[in-house]
């Protein structure tokens, strides 16, 4: 059968070695070598949050990864089950606590599909530009991490320093650094405050003037930086498409999928921009794409700053919010990939069932098949290239 | 008074008191150190580092040490207690002992060995047992792991290590530490990290590997390894490896000093200090000390497989070829 | 507190010295680095340069237990964590310190309803400080490491002086302290919210290709009245074995869950 | 080795879509709407439905899979999506409370932590999966599947419940 096959090519491709040199098995067994077992995690300083590593180590090399997750399974599912269709938004915002704006603004729109209703179209500009600025508060300290993890603890720093530079922006306009609850079902809490479109329009142009001397410069010359990551978990194409991954794992493969291009929501349909590519599909290429959409975003902000319509950013849809029943899905572009919402209505107060796919839980099946062959410090990099976030993947 | 001044002139009296006076030297450089250490990252990462203890946090390692002191010192369960706590000893020890033949100034040396450098590179490679001792006697898998990788490493550069210095002992002609400086003499481009650039070079960074800094900090490895050899020491045991580390790293440094920047000679006639030339020597060591600081905050870590490349196709390589330059040169003039 | 607990009545060498101590490990706390949830990244931002908690001399955040001071239960504690942050914290050396950062970990927060959700951090390990916040803000936690700097210099419920859970009678008095072990190994207020549910009737296991034995990551948490059961029940099995009178439905049952073959599930009531 | 995505009108392509499942198996129910191919077919039929969605019409992407706890059967949803603005829903109801199908992780190797998630959370069983354990919970010691309706966590907060 046509799927058998694949299987077969599937493991394969399982024990190819990748970078490091496999000690045969029979060779293992007459010498009477034996492999470690090692357990990485769940409390591991490069472990994105709580992931444990099943390692089976053979001297430095990795021979076989099985990861565990569900160290922080909160139940969220559940709980969207049981509450009402606008207190859930609290809850999607702890899914992905790094680009949480994203989170929210999946959900909303799955609600609005069900209920059917128009967005005022500033609450939509404002809603992309608080998502892109997402976007750069989760990218910069993604490429931060990476080095962390690769031993320069410097750049985390500078990368922080970005991101509390934003979390006051954020604070400005809804009132929370981190857990923003601004995006509302049918549009948002509240309108910009005065004079926000200036102080984002300056801060948009200083961080285009830093990122050259405070990341770049830093970064991509650095000879222990390419020899860390050039060629270090590679992924052809078609197993990036054949894993399911979304974001910038796929991207850096050089398959040119972005939901805001392709399945495009809100205010994105007005927006030029560019779906950034790297055909390298190595770790080094990740930090790239990460880059690159970081200039995007900016590229992005400023359209809308440029153009923001004017109007009310919040329908009018009563207290009391009963879908018809039926299926709502939304996809949106977040920071890690394709994150898409399901809420199915009964027609009552609360959903009936809410389904996050969240892009982490899909691109981290990656581990187990690319980091067997590499090299045990290798794996720090290839998780600075999936960049999962513990809340994401466990839900 | 005069009997005690003159019981310092009995040898093994002076060499006892001069032994007790360094290692008070370089236990307190260990706690000057990571204060240093942070204040540097401090600000290197654009904040402050410790300002709260003390005048602008200078009494942050005596709460440091303090804590360390009265902290549970825990071994685990199935580890090999003798070899657990022997480890730290048997690393902090051969750090302390390179100190007795480091010339501070022209009289001022413990011992002045006739084959100081020989004492220095059979002292140093000692330091890996106390390595391989931590890791074994843990009984973890990571600290297993640090404790192989920081013996291959150590071992593996010891050869740079040794091949760099054998063209300043070609160019003096004796093992002595105090005979190098001497033939450096006072002068800032007759000191031999001009004529013996590459080996300068291949030292410092031998060195750096020797002492486990970044980017060679492989046996640590924090965000890979957790630590590793030194993952399950907690309390007093820990801390005597890491003032073992800081005095490893101070020692290279003041070798460093010895062998190619002139140990306390003056970059300048004129600016000879007389009997406080040690100054010089200190402010060299301090410079060396914190390019050190300023490496491990700027790069990031190598990999296994390419810290071997580096040391046995890059550094061998460069030390044996500009061996021969040195006494192809010795020949002609 | 240590040696120095051996005199009873406080005298001039202990009072000076607790006080030296004391200054000590208030002035060096060092967190591990354990990062839960979303409060992990305000606990990071608290640690970078806007914020920088190493002001304080705890800025060093150690990778290792055996190395740290102070535990930051950085957000939501998951049953299956619960059992992870235990060992941890019995991993850190003496004296140690908890502080409870946010709401999830103070009690259980926005996912108290949960059912895998613990709902706090203190029904495992002893807490010393709570900050609250979804997520508390940096400076929050600066607060909360300064209160327990305070603490620490009263030299107020530290170390062994620090709460345990006791047997109290009805006057007041302590009957006896709880050991350690059992107090941590306890999960209250999980059990009566499982009752009345249909519990599970049957366990698919297909053979596995290639994969690890099941027992490797099967590992979890296991509450101490459910291990009880667990050994209860293999005893009984273990006799029913031997006398040889197993039930031909158990049998089944147990073999199926063995050898279940790829292509077809066991037998899911065993009626074969 | 690179990989061809679908190109053309998108219309064009959701209707050769909707006619190339049709073609090839009975199904229950099929509509077109906006840019979605919603699709109805049995449960024994979705490995099928699925590989030539992807072996035939090229839609390389399987972007999740739901499961619905309907108490008393379990509606599953597939959703597809050629990454270039076409999706494809499969839907498919099976009956009964303790539901058995087959695994699609020959087709979409993807599909293995989604399956194993609905393992986890509703007790589905995939027969062929080449690695069915709980991917959240433990394996033992906790014998609910939290996602059922039938396992309830605390009293539900409604509108008039907060009057």
């Known amino acids: 059968m046509l799927g058998e096959e694949r299987r077969a090519e599937h493991e394969g491709a399982l024990t190819e070695p990748a970078s490091g040199r496999l000690v045969s098995p029979d060779i293992r067994d007459e010498f009477g070598l034996e492999t470690i077992d090692m357990n990485m995690g769940p409390q591991h300083p490069a472990m994105h949050g709580l992931l444990r590593l099943i390692l089976e180590l053979d001297g430095e090399t990795v021979v076989r990864c099985d990861p565990v997750m569900g160290y922080l399974h909160r139940s969220k599912e559940k709980i969207s089950e049981n509450r009402m269709y606008p207190a859930v938004i609290p809850i ?44 750069i508060m989760s990218h910069i300290p993604s490429i931060g991490f990476l080095l962390l993890e690769l031993g320069a603890f410097t750049p985390i720093l500078y990368a922080f320093r970005e991101r509390e530079r934003i979390q006051n922006i954020f604070e400005a306009v809804t009132g929370a650094r981190m857990m923003f609850h601004y995006i509302r079902i049918g549009g948002l809490k509240a309108d910009l405050p005065e004079g926000m479109p200036e102080t984002m329009w300056s801060y948009i142009e200083g961080l285009e003037k830093r990122l050259q001397p405070d990341f770049v410069d830093l970064i991509e010359g650095n000879e222990i930086f390419i020899s ?25 493969t050089g398959v040119e999928f972005d939901v805001r291009k392709h399945y495009p929501y809100g205010w994105y349909e007005n927006l030029d921009f560019d779906v950034i590519t790297d055909e390298a599909g190595d770790v080094e290429a990740s930090y790239r794409v990460r880059m690159g959409e970081v200039r995007q975003s900016i590229r992005m902000i400023k359209q809308i700053l440029e153009n923001l319509p004017e109007g009310e950013v919040l329908g009018d849809l009563g207290r009391r919010l009963r879908p018809n029943e039926g299926d709502g899905i939304a996809r949106v572009e977040s920071a890690r990939g394709e994150y898409a919402v399901h809420v199915v209505s009964d027609g009552s107060d609360t959903p009936y069932r809410v389904h996050y796919r969240t892009p982490c839980t899909v691109n981290m099946q990656l581990l187990q098949e690319i980091v067997p062959g590499h090299y045990l410090p290798d794996i720090m990099p290839i998780m600075g290239l999936i960049d999962p976030v513990s809340g994401a993947w466990d839900k | 008074m005069q009997t005690v001044l003159n019981l310092l002139e009995v040898e093994p009296i002076r060499l006892l008191v001069s032994f007790g006076a360094v290692l008070f030297l370089v236990l307190n450089l260990a706690a000057v150190l990571t204060m240093a250490e942070r204040k540097v990252s401090g600000y290197i990462h654009l904040r402050f580092g410790p300002n709260r203890v003390g005048p602008r946090g200078l009494l942050q390692p005596a709460a440091d040490v303090f804590k360390l002191f009265t902290k549970e010192n825990v071994s685990p369960g199935r580890s090999d207690l003798w070899v657990f706590l022997g480890a730290p000893i048997a690393m902090f020890i051969p750090a302390a002992l390179v100190w007795l033949v480091v010339p501070f100034a022209p009289d001022a040396v413990v011992a002045d060995l006739n084959v100081a450098i020989l004492f220095f590179v059979a002292i140093t490679s000692i330091g890996a047992l106390g390595v391989v001792m931590a890791g074994y006697g843990s009984r973890s898998a990571f600290s297993l792991l640090g404790a192989l990788r920081g013996a291959a490493q150590m071992i593996s550069y010891e050869v740079p290590l040794i091949l760099s210095l054998l063209g300043v002992v070609m160019l003096t002609g004796s093992l002595s530490l105090v005979d190098v400086v001497q033939a450096q003499g006072d002068t800032i481009w007759t000191w031999y990290f001009l004529p013996q650039l590459p080996m300068f070079v291949t030292f410092y960074i031998a060195g750096l590997a020797e002492v486990k800094r970044v980017p060679f900090d492989l046996p640590e490895g924090e965000s890979e390894i957790v630590g590793g050899y030194m993952i399950e020491y907690s309390g007093m045991t820990w801390a005597l490896i890491q003032a073992a580390e800081f005095a490893s790293m101070a020692v290279i440094s003041a070798v460093t000093v010895t062998l190619f920047v002139g140990g306390w000679q003056p970059p300048l006639p004129f600016l000879d200090l007389g009997p406080f030339n040690w100054v010089w020597f200190g402010i060299k060591t301090a410079l060396i000390m914190f390019t050190f600081q300023w490496i491990r905050w700027s790069v990031p870590r190598l990999r296994m497989d390419q810290l071997m ?15 021969f330059v040195t006494a192809g040169a010795m020949l002609v003039f | 507190m240590g040696v120095m607990q051996q005199f009873n009545e406080p005298n001039l060498i202990t009072t000076s010295t607790d006080k030296l101590f004391n200054w000590a490990r208030k002035n060096s706390l060092w967190p591990l680095q354990f990062g839960l949830a979303c409060c992990a990244i305000e606990m990071m931002s608290t640690g970078m340069a806007h914020n920088d908690l190493d002001r304080f001399g705890a800025g060093f955040f150690a990778a290792s237990p055996r190395q740290a001071d102070v535990m930051i239960v950085s957000g939501t504690v998951s049953t299956k964590m619960a059992e992870r942050m235990t060992r941890l914290y019995e991993q850190m050396p003496e004296p140690k310190w908890v502080i409870a950062m946010g709401a999830c970990a103070i009690s259980g927060g926005p996912f108290l309803d949960g059912y895998s959700v613990l709902m706090g951090a203190d029904r495992v390990i002893p807490v010393d400080v709570y900050v609250p916040g979804c997520p508390p803000r940096p400076e929050a936690l600066i607060f909360g490491i300064m209160t327990l700097q305070k603490k620490i210099e009263r030299d107020q419920q530290v170390g062994y002086d620090r709460p345990r859970p006791a047997l109290v009678n009805e006057d007041g008095t302590i009957n006896e302290y709880l050991p350690e072990r059992e107090y941590t190994g306890i999960s209250e207020g999980k059990a009566p919210r499982l009752e009345g549910i249909r519990p599970l009737q049957r366990t698919y296991v297909f053979e596995r290709a290639g994969m690890p034995p099941a027992s490797q990551t099967d590992v979890g948490w296991i509450p101490a009245e459910v291990k009880q059961k667990l050994k209860e029940e293999a005893k009984v099995k273990k006799a029913a074995e031997k006398d040889g009178a197993g039930s031909e439905i158990e049998k089944a049952a147990a073999d199926g869950q063995k050898n279940g073959s790829p292509e077809e599930p066991a037998d899911p009531k065993g009626t074969a | 080795m690179a ?45 099928a439905v699925l590989a030539t969605a992807r072996e035939t019409l090229g839609i390389l992407h399987l972007s999740f899979i739901t499961v619905v706890d309907c108490q008393g059967s379990f509606e599953l949803t597939y959703e597809l999506l050629d990454l270039r603005g076409g999706q494809v829903r499969v839907k498919t109801v099976v009956e009964g409370e303790e539901p058995v199908i087959q695994t699609v992780t020959g087709i979409y190797p993807t599909a293995n932590w989604h399956e194993r998630e609905a393992y986890d959370m509703f007790g589905i069983a995939f027969r062929g999966h080449p690695d069915l354990r709980r991917l959240y919970m433990w394996q033992d010691h906790f014998d609910h599947h939290p996602l059922l309706k039938s396992f309830e966590i605390s009293t539900k907060r409604t509108f008039e419940g907060l009057r």
């Not at chain 1, 680009?99 to 809603?127: F, Q, S």
């Not at chain 1, 894993?243 to 850096?252: A, D, E, K, N």
């Open chain 1, 92 to 135: 999607t915002d702890r899914i992905d606590y790094m680009h949480n704006i994203a989170m929210e603004y999946g959900y909303c729109l799955a609600v609005e599909e069900l209920l059917d209703v128009e967005i005022p179209p500033r609450a939509d500009a404002i809603r992309a530009l608080m998502n892109e600025f997402g976007r």
């Open chain 1, 228 to 252: 860390r990551t050039r060629g270090i978990g590679k992924i052809t194409q078609e197993k990036a498409v054949e894993m399911g991954l979304t974001g910038v794992p796929l991207r850096c």
């Open chain 2, 309 to 323: 490349d580096l040391g046995w196709k890059v550094l061998v390589p460069v030390t044996l070829i500009w061996l």
């Open chain 4, 3 to 47: 990989v061809t995505l679908p190109e053309g009108d998108l219309d064009a392509r959701l209707s050769s879509y909707l006619d190339g499942l049709k073609d090839r198996h009975g199904l229950e129910d099929s509509s077109v709407d906006g840019n979605i191919v919603l699709v109805w077919v049995r449960p024994e039929d979705v490995p």
